[in-house]
């Protein structure tokens, strides 16, 4: 696996350091932090992968800025970054340039976060 610095896998668990953007909540202007205990889902994302050209057609499927992921909190999302990665995400924290939460990984969830800029769309369920 090669490096790429516009996005970060991070072992399991919640990060050491706290959450990008430090403790934001309410007070932020957009009330989009909280979340700070959150930790993955119980169980597996849909068993399905979403087709991106049928999504785009749908309303589901969101502009990419923090006041529409913002909706996507505690649910699964499907995202689909520029370089051409997808995948199943459960977001538990958005911020004005970034999202964290956990990705659904061979089995397993992990905690991930990413620039808002690197994701080309996302649909959530």
């Known amino acids: 696996m090669s490096f790429n610095p516009d996005f970060r896998q991070f072992p399991p668990g919640p990060?050491?350091?706290g959450f990008p953007g430090g403790n934001i909540g309410p007070q932020d202007g957009f009330g989009l932090g909280g979340g700070m205990n959150q930790g993955p889902p119980s169980g597996p994302p849909p068993p399905f992968t979403p087709s991106k050209?049928?999504?785009?057609?749908?309303?589901?499927?969101?502009?990419?800025?923090?006041?529409?992921?913002k909706f996507c909190?505690?649910?699964?999302?499907?995202?689909?970054?520029?370089?051409?990665?997808?995948?199943?995400?459960?977001?538990i924290y958005v911020g004005r340039r970034?999202?964290?939460?956990?990705?659904?990984?061979?089995?397993?969830w992990v905690y991930f976060g990413v620039d808002?800029?690197?994701i080309d769309s996302f649909i959530c369920y």
């Open 15 to 17: 990060p050491p350091f």
């Open 53 to 69: 050209s049928e999504g785009k057609n749908g309303i589901n499927v969101k502009a990419v800025d923090p006041g529409s992921i």
């Open 73 to 91: 909190r505690y649910n699964y999302t499907y995202i689909w970054l520029n370089n051409g990665t997808s995948f199943w995400a459960y977001i």
């Open 98 to 108: 970034s999202i964290a939460g956990f990705r659904w990984v061979r089995r397993r």
């Open 116 to 118: 808002l800029r690197q």
